[in-house]
């Protein structure tokens, strides 16, 4: 059994289903792809809104990243993790109240603005902090999940050249700019478009304001293959690219910020099968998780394009009969069982366990016949799962999430109980009218 498969297994065995893993390893070399690829004085943040983990934080601020965060929650996870504050960039829509009260603590923190409305606000506020402007791009994004000239986000048109006052009275202290135009981008050719976009725009900015831009934050958007028929992105051709706009502008931060890219490979979704169901005339079998702790997959539709999962102790039969819903009954296989691979393989679904049609997992995936107990691995689960989900429909607690760093393993949350949903609420007083 491959090494991965094995500290899975026994992530199962310590802490049940369901439950996220994170591969340490992993994570760790996607960093250093970036830092053999791109040239050296490219800067690198990591986006939190993939995953907010303060695990997954602790491990990327010892890679010697920074931190993208859009939200008072996301900066004090970023403060905690211990991410040096010229390194993190504060941006979102509108700075609430909180995420101010924080930055007054952060003066060398760059605060991402996202139009005249907010710079004026701002302003206000009288913060010392660095600004950059996001800028809409006014190009087309190849992006699959795009956010080009039709996104919501960012100065356009006129907006720019409108707060050259504002910005030459030095009552807002604004060094540069941000485009971002997607998420998931599967070629290098649409991210050298995008950069070549995010450039133009910035400079053509810079003029506007008459400012001699010292930090641009070009965006990212890397993706990476969630079918096993999609290849890896060329990071050579985008190097490239970066190496000529570093060369040009020899004195300016460049900036990338990265979600996907740097956490999905390194998460693993794990689920027990309960029991056996039909859909649509195909086998099926329902898990103890579901989709409501993957909003990855319903984004981009991954039940029918992401690899199917892993079986990782096919064959087995559990020795106690059906599952514990808390994992606490799960065996781990043994050498003796069948090989995976040696199994005939079924079209199958896998359900999750909530009470809407929608909850499917996989749909029609080739595996093994599966019994209560066996478990399945959900590869590319890092990023956008349960950090983005409606965690909490049916009253479900939170699964756990695990660390592995080879064969060392670490709990980063534990699994909440049932009754974990009634933390934090209040009883109304119900009387009746003549009370
Ligand atoms: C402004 C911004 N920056 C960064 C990201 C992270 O993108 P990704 O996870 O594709 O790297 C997103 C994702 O939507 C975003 O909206």
């Given at each position: 059994m491959d090494e991965v498969n094995r500290h899975l297994l026994e992530i199962v065995r310590r802490y049940g289903t369901p439950t996220y893993a994170f591969d340490v390893r992993r994570l760790r070399?996607?960093?250093?792809?970036?830092?053999?690829?791109?040239?050296?004085?490219?800067?690198?943040?990591?986006?939190l809104k993939a995953n907010a983990s303060l695990g997954i934080c602790d491990v990327l601020r010892d890679c010697g990243i920074g931190a993208d965060v859009a939200s008072a929650g996301e900066l004090a996870t970023a403060i905690e993790a211990g991410f040096p504050s010229q390194r993190i960039f504060v941006a979102g829509p509108f700075k609430l109240p909180e995420t101010l009260a924080q930055l007054r603590d952060l003066p060398a923190a760059v605060i991402s603005v996202d139009s005249p409305s907010e710079l004026q606000m701002l302003a206000g506020h009288r913060l010392p902090n660095p600004i950059v402007l996001r800028l809409r791009p006014d190009f087309d994004s190849q992006a699959v999940v795009a956010a080009g000239h039709e996104s919501r986000f960012g100065f356009v048109g006129e907006d720019?050249?409108?707060?050259?006052?504002?910005?030459?009275?030095?009552?807002?202290?604004?060094?540069?700019?941000?485009?971002?135009?997607?998420?998931?981008?599967?070629?290098?050719?649409?991210?050298?478009?995008?950069?070549?976009?995010?450039?133009?725009?910035?400079?053509?900015?810079?003029?506007?304001?008459?400012?001699?831009?010292?930090?641009?934050?070009?965006?990212?958007?890397?993706?990476?293959?969630?079918?096993?028929?999609?290849?890896?992105?060329?990071?050579?051709?985008?190097?490239?690219?970066?190496?000529?706009?570093?060369?040009?502008?020899?004195?300016?931060r460049i900036v990338l910020e990265l979600g996907r890219y740097l956490v999905a490979q390194a998460g693993w979704y794990l689920t027990s099968v309960l029991g056996h169901?039909?859909?649509?005339?195909?086998?099926?079998?329902?898990?103890d998780g579901g989709t409501h702790q993957r909003a990855d997959m319903c984004g981009l539709c991954l039940r029918t394009k992401a690899s199917p999962p892993l079986t990782l102790n096919a064959g087995m039969v559990p020795s106690r009969g059906a599952m514990d819903v808390s994992g606490k009954a799960l065996v781990a296989g043994n050498s003796s069982e069948p090989a995976a691979s040696a199994l005939p393989l079924i079209p199958t679904d896998v359900l999750g366990c909530l009470s809407l049609p929608a909850d499917v997992l996989t749909e029609s995936s080739l595996l093994p016949r599966l019994e209560p107990g066996n478990v399945l691995a959900f590869a590319n689960a890092g990023a956008y799962g349960l950090w983005s989900s409606p965690a909490m429909f049916h009253g479900s607690p939170l699964p756990a999430e695990v660390a592995f760093d080879g064969s060392e393993i670490q709990l980063m949350r534990e699994r909440r109980s049932a009754r974990s949903i009634l933390d934090d609420q209040r009883h109304v007083n119900v009387r009746g009218h003549d009370a």
């Open positions: 070399a996607q960093v250093e792809k970036l830092r053999t690829h791109l040239p050296a004085a490219i800067e690198i943040l990591y986006s720019v050249a409108s707060c050259r006052k504002l910005v030459n009275s030095r009552a807002v202290n604004v060094i540069g700019f941000h485009v971002f135009s997607g998420s998931q981008y599967l070629n290098a050719e649409g991210i050298v478009a995008h950069l070549r976009g995010a450039l133009a725009i910035s400079l053509r900015a810079a003029d506007d304001l008459g400012i001699a831009p010292t930090l641009l934050n070009l965006g990212g958007g890397f993706g990476i293959p969630y079918a096993s028929t999609a290849g890896e992105l060329d990071l050579r051709i985008i190097g490239d690219e970066l190496a000529m706009i570093t060369e040009q502008m020899p004195t300016t169901q039909t859909f649509q005339g195909r086998a099926a079998v329902v898990v």
